[in-house]
């Protein structure tokens, strides 16, 4: 699943290719949305939050959470679509608009096998995504508040909190096990029994120094393979100890347990 920095990419992409352009057809193959129309409305700004994504338009916002397999994609209309027809949950014609090339030709945006797809009024996003905690990567970060969410339960491990997007919003289990094994922290450490300010203090830290970053890196290495530390390293040595990293699950129940990485050597 895309965390929070891949989504901030795609929104900027979104927001650079469609904003201020008018919508001159809207096909939502959603049922709930399936007789909407947003032809006429204008695209003011995509912005993401999290993991969600916003594109507001006059007064309707798209609400769209990419899950595991969903993707946006923009290009001139009548490009072939580089996915099946069947997974396009919404397709957004424009009205021909100038180019850079000083072409005028109108653009389609298709969203495919999106997790979630909502239209809602622009005053009432708070249905949607009211319940996420503060977004590291957003202007109005809360950082007192997102210590104080990430701390309400003590006995909670601090893996599953830091996924909790209630409490903070963006990280996903890269950005988890990447940040603990740094930390020196096990997954099943309680919150109570960490430094949990230094635990997302650094979480922060990497996720906007790779806000703007085709490839994530969390090890200072860029090349190829060298970029993380534990994560999808399972059985490889350790790159400070040599200890062969190991894999575990973890998870408030089986429904939502998620593969951790960890150096058993290093974290403790």
């Known amino acids: 699943m895309p965390e929070g920095d891949t989504v901030h990419r795609l929104a900027g992409r979104l927001h650079a290719a469609l904003a201020g352009l008018e919508l001159a057809r809207s096909d939502v193959r959603v049922p709930r949305f399936a007789t909407a129309d947003l032809a006429g409305q204008h ?10 994504v916003l594109m507001r338009l006059d007064d309707v916002t798209v609400h769209s959470h990419l899950k595991m397999e969903g993707a946006w994609h923009v290009h001139p209309l009548g490009t072939r679509w580089s996915r099946p027809a069947h997974e396009a949950r919404i397709v957004l014609d ?35 995504v009211g319940h996420l905690g503060p977004d590291p990567l957003a202007d109005d970060w809360d950082r007192a508040e997102a210590l104080r969410r990430l701390t309400a339960q003590p006995s909670r491990p601090i893996g599953l909190a830091l996924l909790d997007q209630r409490a903070v919003s963006g990280f996903g289990n890269d950005y988890r096990n990447e940040v603990l094994f740094l930390r020196g922290v096990l997954p099943e450490t309680p919150v109570g029994a960490t430094d949990v300010e230094g635990v997302l203090d650094l979480a922060v830290r990497l996720i906007r120094a790779n806000r703007d970053r085709s490839q994530r890196v969390t090890s200072g290495n860029l090349r190829r393979g060298e970029r993380l530390w534990v994560a999808h390293r399972d059985g490889r040595p350790c790159r400070r100890c040599g200890t062969r990293i190991e894999r575990g699950l973890l998870g408030e129940d089986p429904t939502t347990e998620r593969i951790t990485w960890f150096c058993p050597r290093c974290q403790r």
């Not at 695209?43 to 969600?52: F, L, M, Q, R």
């Open 43 to 52: 695209v003011v700004e995509v912005v993401a939050h999290g993991k969600h």
């Open 94 to 128: 424009t009205v021909p608009a100038a180019m850079p090339t000083g072409d005028a030709r109108p653009l389609q945006a298709v969203g495919f096998a999106l997790g979630e797809l909502d239209l809602v009024r622009r005053d009432a996003e708070n249905e949607v």
